[in-house]
C-alpha cells in the first residue's frame, strides 16, 4: 500500500463552469454535440445533459490526488438517473444510497452488493429487509434500526452487515449543510456508541465498522481537513469498544463545488496531503480497516447542465425578463429554494449567442406563475430572444430528483447522459 500523494500533475479539470462546455462555431457544446443539435435529438426542452467524459475525468483526477489506499463511494442521491449511476459503478469503488429506491438503482448496476451501503434516517422495516436480503451494508441511526435487523436476520437465516453511523461530537466547520455535530437525526450520538458497540457483539449481526459524516458543500480545505482529524480521532476512540476489527471507516466527504460568483474551487490537493499524512496512524490503529471518503456532488455535479429554451421576451418597467420553459420545478437549487439563505445565481449562459451580439442585463425567470422562479436575477448576457437556449451550469447534483417537478403541472423535463 502506498500511502502518499502521487507526484505530478494532472490539470483540475473544472476552474469555471463554462471551461467544461467549449464554444465552437458560435454553439456551445457538451459531449462533442452542439447543444441546438442535442435540443433536437432529445425532442424537446427542457432537459438536463450530463457528461460522461467529465465525470470519468473527475474520478481520475480525484484518485490521483487522494492516497491510494484511500476507497471512493458515490453518494447516489446526488445524481440517482440509472444510466449515470451505472457510469459511476465503472469509475468508484462503491455506493451510498438513502432509500429502498437508490437501492434498487443501485443493485440494477454492476455494483456488488459488498460495496453498496445504505445510510438515512427512518429506515423502514420493507427497506431494511430489502438490504439484508441484498446483502448491502446497512449504516443504523438507531437502537430500533438495530432491533429491526436483529429480527430480519433471523426471518432470513442471515447475519445481516452493519455499519454503526456516528453522529459525532463536532461538526465541520463552514459546511453549506451541517450534518453532524449538536442534535442531529441522523446516526447515533457518539457518547452512545460505545454502548451499542459491546451490545453488537452479543446480537449476531456481521459488524463491518463505522461512518462518520460531519457536513457537506465545503470549499475550505481548512475545515473539511479538521473534520477528517477529528473523525479519525474519534473512531480510533469508539473503535476499542467494538468486539470486531473495525473493516470500514467511512469518514464521509463534504467536498463542495463552486456555484456562484467569488467561489474558488476546493483545492483537494492539500486535502489529499492531509490524508496521505494520516494514513500510517490509520493503519495502525485499524489495521482491518479500509478507509472510504463518500462524494455525491463533488463528483458529478460539474458534470452536468440544465437546458431551456426562451418563450418570451419582455420588458417590464425597464427591466428586461427572459420567460424559459422550465424553473423550479426542475431545477429548484438553482432557483435558491434549496438551502440557500441568500439567493444568487448559478452561472448561466446563452448557447448560440452571435459573437457581436450586444450584451444586456436581463433576468432569467421560470413559466411558474410565483416569484420564486428565478434561473438568474439582473445578469448579463448576450441578447436572447425566444427560441434561443439558455443554460444552467453546475446542474450535475440535485437537480430533477432535487425538484418539485409536479408543482403547476409542465411535463417533466429530459435527461440525457453523453
Ligand atoms: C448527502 C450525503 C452525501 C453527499 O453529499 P454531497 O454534498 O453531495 O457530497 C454523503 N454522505 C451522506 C451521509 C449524505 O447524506
Same mark, same amino acid.
Given at each position: 500500500?502506498?500511502s502518499?500523494?502521487?507526484?505530478?500533475?494532472?490539470g483540475?479539470?473544472?476552474?469555471a463552469?463554462?471551461q467544461? $462546455?467549449?464554444?465552437?462555431?458560435?454553439?456551445?457544446?457538451?459531449?462533442?454535440i452542439?447543444?441546438?443539435?442535442?435540443?433536437?435529438?432529445v425532442?424537446?426542452t427542457?432537459f438536463y445533459?450530463?457528461?460522461?467524459?467529465l465525470?470519468?475525468d473527475?474520478?481520475k483526477y480525484?484518485?490521483?490526488?487522494?492516497?491510494?489506499?484511500i476507497?471512493?463511494h458515490?453518494?447516489?442521491?446526488?445524481?440517482?438517473?440509472p444510466?449515470?449511476v451505472?457510469?459511476?459503478?465503472n469509475l468508484?469503488?462503491?455506493?451510498?444510497?438513502?432509500?429502498?429506491g437508490?437501492?434498487?438503482?443501485?443493485?440494477d448496476?454492476?455494483?456488488?452488493p459488498?460495496?453498496?451501503?445504505?445510510?438515512?434516517?427512518?429506515?423502514t422495516?420493507?427497506?431494511?429487509?430489502?438490504?439484508?436480503?441484498?446483502?448491502?451494508?446497512v449504516s443504523?441511526?438507531?437502537?430500533?434500526?438495530?432491533?429491526?435487523?436483529?429480527?430480519?436476520g433471523d426471518?432470513?437465516g442471515?447475519?445481516?452487515?452493519?455499519?454503526?453511523?456516528?453522529?459525532?461530537? $463536532?461538526?465541520?466547520?463552514?459546511?453549506?449543510?451541517?450534518m453532524?455535530?449538536g442534535?442531529?437525526? $441522523?446516526?447515533?450520538?457518539a457518547?452512545?456508541?460505545?454502548?451499542?458497540?459491546?451490545?453488537?457483539?452479543?446480537?449476531?449481526?456481521?459488524?463491518?465498522?463505522m461512518?462518520?459524516?460531519?457536513g457537506s458543500?465545503?470549499l475550505?480545505?481548512a475545515a473539511?481537513?479538521?473534520a477528517?482529524?477529528?473523525?479519525?480521532?474519534?473512531?480510533?476512540?469508539l473503535?476499542?469498544?467494538?468486539s470486531?476489527?473495525?473493516?470500514?471507516?467511512?469518514?464521509?466527504?463534504? $467536498?463542495?463545488?463552486?456555484?456562484?460568483?467569488?467561489?474558488?474551487p476546493?483545492?483537494?490537493?492539500?486535502?489529499?496531503n492531509h490524508?496521505?499524512?494520516?494514513m500510517?496512524r490509520?493503519?495502525?490503529?485499524?489495521?482491518?480497516?479500509?478507509i472510504?471518503?463518500?462524494?455525491?456532488?463533488?463528483l458529478?455535479g460539474?458534470a452536468?447542465?440544465?437546458?431551456?429554451?426562451?418563450?418570451?421576451?419582455?420588458?417590464?418597467?425597464?427591466q428586461?425578463?427572459?420567460?424559459?420553459d422550465?424553473?423550479l420545478?426542475?431545477?429548484?437549487?438553482?432557483?435558491?429554494?434549496?438551502?440557500?439563505v441568500?439567493?444568487?445565481?448559478y452561472?448561466?449562459?446563452?448557447a448560440?449567442?452571435?459573437?457581436?451580439?450586444?450584451?444586456?442585463?436581463?433576468?432569467?425567470?421560470?413559466?411558474?406563475?410565483?416569484p420564486l422562479?428565478?434561473?438568474?436575477a439582473?445578469?448579463?448576457?448576450?441578447a436572447?430572444?425566444?427560441?434561443?437556449?439558455?443554460?444552467?451550469f453546475?446542474s450535475?447534483a440535485?437537480?430533477?430528483?432535487?425538484?418539485?417537478?409536479?408543482f403547476?403541472?409542465?411535463?417533466a423535463?429530459g435527461?440525457?447522459?453523453?
Amino acid at each position: 500500500m502506498n500511502s502518499t500523494t502521487k507526484p505530478g500533475h494532472v490539470g483540475h479539470p473544472s476552474h469555471a463552469a463554462q471551461q467544461n $462546455f467549449p464554444t465552437l462555431n458560435g454553439c456551445l457544446h457538451i459531449g462533442g454535440i452542439p447543444l441546438t443539435r442535442l435540443a433536437q435529438r432529445v425532442g424537446k426542452t427542457p432537459f438536463y445533459a450530463y457528461d460522461r467524459s467529465l465525470l470519468i475525468d473527475r474520478v481520475k483526477y480525484l484518485r490521483h490526488i487522494l492516497p491510494d489506499d484511500i476507497s471512493l463511494h458515490y453518494s447516489v442521491k446526488a445524481n440517482p438517473m440509472p444510466a449515470l449511476v451505472q457510469c459511476m459503478a465503472n469509475l468508484v469503488d462503491g455506493f451510498d444510497v438513502a432509500s429502498g429506491g437508490e437501492l434498487k438503482v443501485a443493485l440494477d448496476t454492476t455494483m456488488k452488493p459488498v460495496d453498496i451501503s445504505f445510510a438515512g434516517p427512518g429506515k423502514t422495516l420493507a427497506e431494511l429487509t430489502q438490504a439484508v436480503a441484498a446483502g448491502v451494508i446497512v449504516s443504523v441511526e438507531s437502537e430500533r434500526e438495530v432491533n429491526t435487523l436483529v429480527g430480519i436476520g433471523d426471518a432470513l437465516g442471515m447475519a445481516p452487515r452493519v455499519l454503526v453511523r456516528v453522529n459525532p461530537d $463536532f461538526e465541520m466547520k463552514t459546511s453549506g449543510m451541517k450534518m453532524g455535530g449538536g442534535a442531529k437525526p $441522523f446516526g447515533i450520538d457518539a457518547e452512545s456508541v460505545p454502548q451499542l458497540l459491546r451490545r453488537l457483539g452479543g446480537l449476531g449481526v456481521d459488524f463491518q465498522g463505522m461512518q462518520i459524516f460531519s457536513g457537506s458543500q465545503s470549499l475550505n480545505p481548512a475545515a473539511i481537513m479538521e473534520a477528517q482529524s477529528r473523525t479519525f480521532e474519534l473512531a480510533f476512540r469508539l473503535a476499542q469498544y467494538a468486539s470486531a476489527p473495525v473493516r470500514s471507516l467511512n469518514i464521509g466527504g463534504g $467536498f463542495g463545488i463552486p456555484y456562484f460568483p467569488g467561489d474558488q474551487p476546493l483545492d483537494v490537493a492539500q486535502i489529499g496531503n492531509h490524508l496521505a499524512q494520516w494514513m500510517p496512524r490509520v493503519h495502525a490503529a485499524l489495521p482491518a480497516s479500509e478507509i472510504v471518503v463518500e462524494l455525491g456532488r463533488y463528483l458529478v455535479g460539474e458534470a452536468g447542465i440544465y437546458v431551456t429554451r426562451v418563450i418570451d421576451r419582455k420588458v417590464s418597467r425597464g427591466q428586461v425578463f427572459l420567460v424559459v420553459d422550465g424553473g423550479l420545478n426542475h431545477h429548484l437549487a438553482a432557483s435558491g429554494n434549496f438551502g440557500q439563505v441568500i439567493r444568487k445565481n448559478y452561472p448561466v449562459a446563452v448557447a448560440s449567442a452571435s459573437s457581436n451580439a450586444a450584451r444586456e442585463v436581463v433576468s432569467v425567470v421560470g413559466p411558474l406563475c410565483t416569484p420564486l422562479d428565478i434561473l438568474a436575477a439582473q445578469t448579463e448576457l448576450p441578447a436572447a430572444d425566444v427560441g434561443d437556449l439558455i443554460v444552467v451550469f453546475q446542474s450535475g447534483a440535485y437537480g430533477l430528483t432535487a425538484s418539485p417537478t409536479a408543482f403547476l403541472g409542465h411535463p417533466a423535463p429530459g435527461e440525457v447522459l453523453l
